[in-house]
């Protein structure tokens, strides 16, 4: 019902349509049948008799044969074309659901082997399986059919011919069936291998791996184990095809003795006199076209089945319950934050993970304030702004914004109130224009500030000198796009979150890879850039942190420091050290 209902929903004129001809080309094979008896009939009788009168309903039949004919090519073409359109629609329609579903899924699904399982196979079978399913339903619905309108003149001869004819193809309708649950069991099986394959594959291909690839003379490891992996996946699929091939033999076998059987049993009447030369030709097209009729219809059972096996994991997939409940009614975000944002008492482990990745976190950033988070790697400080941006959800605790906890507010709201630069930021393969523009795609683009929000990441001067300036595409892969380095590629997603107008703006170690120079004049206006916005900024350089209003040091999941940096430093402890160590290596560079 699952693949009716989305066939309807993409194209329901073309579906009508298909079963409208699908309908109409079911009663082909009888009249076919029957127009041959008749012709041969009547050219026997002409001979037999030689009146003229007779040649001319020979002619009008053998023009009535042509012409169903003809109608039923034309028929097949008409559901060719229906059918390619059909696929063509139906592949843009699945795949805007299948978008739909993977950029609203919760982030943790990104984390789960079984999510990937499931989106693995439902991205191999989304394209065609529902539309398969509805096909070969009419198609057997149209055999069907057929079959009814032949077998009532088989039955005419001996009802037990047309018994025998069903029991003919069943053997091979039970191998077909066999074979289907058979590759089913193994592709299930063999999802994660399949989706190892294409891990390597892009390994091997992907340029974002070609230079280690290279450095390290990667390609025979990572080849053998693909071509491994192969051969795992080819023998248990020549396995099932070969057993399948032998039973299929086997099958066909039984049916043709059974066929033949049957037209010898019919043959030796007709000799005897039981019946006209045409009677006997109908009864050996109608035998000959009942088989292939019920074959096509296993087939068709089949196929349905085999169908409806995959279309489940679609439907799983497109039903997947998000577990963070998207609060789409919720309150409206504090216009402007009056006290602030406050963390009490939250703790967090990563689902799939026994281990806490925030432990009884309580910090205030006051609004209009900038905090920094300082600590070392792996002790949660891109965990914990995480959770502001409601990417995940706290275990236990609150996060709350003017006294709301962020879960009441519209996640809407709270998405179009802050702005952020993650460790891992995107490069788009578009405009440098467009870049920028992504950090607030609900502003209509206006050159101005795309420039201004360059311009307060230290980027402009570089995008305005591209050959085609802010118009030119970045990265290598288009024809003339032009790469940027990393630095570059940096400055260029700080802009972007400079671009949005929030009023909170995350900054998650927003300067790792610039040179400590532009670090510097960035930083050096940074209390101007977000003059009025309520700032969290994350990063090893304590030259940048020492301007924040307010600092927490994390350590293992955990604040075990916070204050100015002058009460930091005054105090001794871990960040008084972490400054030290920096400040020699600096001093001794000459960059403070
Ligand atoms: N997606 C994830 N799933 C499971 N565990 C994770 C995930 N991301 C991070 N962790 C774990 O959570 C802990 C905190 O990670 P987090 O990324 O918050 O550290 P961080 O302080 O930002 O480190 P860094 O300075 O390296 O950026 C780490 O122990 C890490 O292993
Ligand atoms: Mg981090």
Same mark, same amino acid.
């Given at each position: 019902?699952?693949?009716?209902? &989305?066939?309807?929903?993409?194209?329901?004129?073309?579906? $009508?349509?298909?079963?409208?001809?699908?309908?109409?080309?079911?009663?082909?094979? /009888?009249?076919?049948?029957?127009?041959?008896?008749?012709?041969?009939?009547?050219?026997? $009788?002409?001979?037999?008799?030689?009146?003229?009168?007779?040649?001319?309903?020979?002619?009008?039949?053998?023009?009535?044969?042509?012409?169903?004919?003809? @109608?039923?090519?034309?028929?097949?073409?008409?559901?060719?074309?229906?059918?390619?359109?059909?696929?063509?629609? $139906?592949?843009?329609?699945?795949?805007?659901? +299948?978008?739909?579903?993977?950029?609203?899924?919760?982030?943790?699904?990104?984390?789960? *082997?079984?999510?990937?399982?499931?989106?693995?196979? =439902?991205?191999? %079978?989304? #394209?065609?399986?529902?539309? *398969?399913?509805?096909?070969?339903?009419?198609?057997?619905?149209?055999?069907?059919?057929?079959?009814?309108?032949?077998?009532?003149?088989?039955?005419?001869?001996?009802?037990?011919?047309?018994?025998?004819?069903?029991? !003919?193809?069943?053997?091979?309708?039970?191998?077909?069936?066999?074979?289907?649950?058979?590759?089913?069991?193994?592709?299930?099986?063999?999802?994660? #291998?399949?989706?190892?394959?294409? #891990?390597? %594959? *892009?390994?091997?291909? %992907?340029?974002?791996?070609? =230079?280690?690839?290279? /450095?390290?003379?990667?390609?025979?490891?990572?080849?053998?184990?693909?071509?491994?992996?192969?051969?795992?996946?080819?023998?248990? $699929?020549?396995?099932?095809?070969?057993?399948? /091939?032998?039973?299929?033999?086997?099958?066909?076998?039984?049916?043709?003795? !059974?066929?033949?059987?049957?037209?010898?049993?019919?043959?030796?009447?007709?000799?005897?006199?039981?019946?006209?030369?045409?009677? @006997?030709?109908?009864?050996?097209?109608? +035998?000959?076209?009942?088989?292939?009729?019920?074959?096509?219809?296993?087939?068709?059972?089949?196929?349905?089945?085999?169908?409806? @096996?995959?279309?489940?994991?679609?439907? *799983?997939?497109?039903? &997947?319950?998000?577990?963070?409940?998207?609060?789409? #009614?919720? @309150?409206?975000?504090?216009?402007? +934050?009056?006290?602030?944002?406050?963390f009490k008492n939250v703790s967090f482990s990563y689902p799939n993970s026994s281990k806490k990745a925030l432990d009884n976190i309580s910090l205030e950033i006051p609004s209009g304030s900038t905090i920094a988070l300082v600590g070392a790697n792996g002790s949660g400080k891109s965990t914990l702004i995480k959770l502001l941006c409601r990417l995940y959800e706290a275990n236990s605790g609150e996060i709350l914004i003017d006294g709301t906890n962020i879960k009441d507010f519209s996640e809407i709201e709270l998405r179009k109130n802050i702005s952020a630069l993650f460790q891992n930021f995107c490069r788009y393969n578009l405009t440098a224009s467009e870049n920028i523009w992504f950090g607030d795609t609900q502003k209509p683009v206006f050159d101005a500030e795309i420039r201004n929000a360059a311009k307060k990441a230290k980027v402009h001067e570089l995008l305005k000198g591209l050959s085609k300036g802010y118009g030119t595409v970045l990265g290598k892969i288009y024809e003339d796009s032009q790469e940027v380095s990393v630095g570059e590629w940096q400055k260029i997603a700080l802009a972007r979150a400079f671009y949005k107008d929030s009023q909170v703006i995350i900054l998650d170690e927003p300067s790792s890879a610039m040179d400590p120079e532009t670090e510097y004049e960035i930083f050096k206006l940074f209390k101007e850039i977000t003059k009025g916005k309520t700032s969290i900024m994350i990063s090893h350089r304590l030259s940048t942190v020492k301007m924040a209003d307010y600092i927490y040091v994390m350590e293992k999941e955990r604040i075990v420091e916070s204050g100015t940096h002058e009460q930091l430093l005054k105090s001794g402890g871990i960040y008084h050290s972490m400054f030290h160590k920096q400040s020699e290596t600096f001093f001794e560079k000459g960059l403070i």
């Open positions: 019902m699952f693949s009716f209902k &989305l066939v309807l929903e993409c194209s329901r004129l073309f579906t $009508f349509l298909n079963l409208g001809i699908m309908l109409i080309q079911s009663t082909f094979p /009888l009249l076919t049948v029957f127009l041959i008896k008749e012709l041969i009939d009547a050219v026997t $009788f002409a001979q037999s008799s030689q009146q003229g009168a007779t040649g001319n309903y020979v002619v009008l039949l053998v023009v009535f044969t042509g012409l169903v004919f003809f @109608l039923n090519a034309l028929a097949d073409a008409s559901r060719n074309y229906i059918l390619q359109v059909q696929r063509q629609q $139906f592949f843009d329609f699945i795949f805007e659901k +299948i978008h739909q579903k993977t950029t609203s899924v919760n982030i943790e699904f990104f984390e789960n *082997d079984e999510y990937y399982n499931l989106f693995s196979r =439902t991205l191999n %079978n989304a #394209d065609k399986r529902p539309l *398969d399913i509805v096909n070969n339903t009419f198609s057997f619905f149209q055999n069907s059919i057929s079959i009814i309108s032949l077998g009532i003149l088989i039955i005419s001869l001996h009802w037990a011919i047309f018994v025998l004819l069903a029991l !003919a193809a069943l053997p091979l309708g039970y191998v077909q069936w066999r074979n289907t649950n058979k590759l089913y069991q193994w592709y299930k099986s063999h999802t994660r #291998d399949e989706r190892k394959i294409w #891990d390597v %594959n *892009d390994v091997l291909t %992907n340029a974002y791996f070609a =230079t280690e690839m290279r /450095l390290f003379d990667l390609s025979s490891f990572f080849r053998k184990v693909f071509s491994s992996l192969r051969n795992k996946i080819r023998t248990g $699929f020549f396995n099932i095809s070969r057993q399948n /091939l032998f039973l299929e033999g086997g099958a066909q076998l039984f049916t043709v003795l !059974a066929i033949f059987s049957v037209l010898g049993l019919v043959s030796v009447q007709a000799a005897q006199g039981a019946f006209t030369v045409g009677v @006997l030709a109908m009864f050996i097209l109608a +035998i000959q076209k009942g088989i292939s009729l019920f074959t096509e219809l296993f087939r068709n059972a089949a196929r349905v089945y085999e169908d409806s @096996l995959y279309v489940v994991y679609m439907i *799983d997939f497109l039903n &997947l319950k998000n577990k963070i409940p998207e609060n789409k #009614d919720g @309150l409206n975000f504090p216009s402007p +934050i009056q006290k602030g944002i406050v």
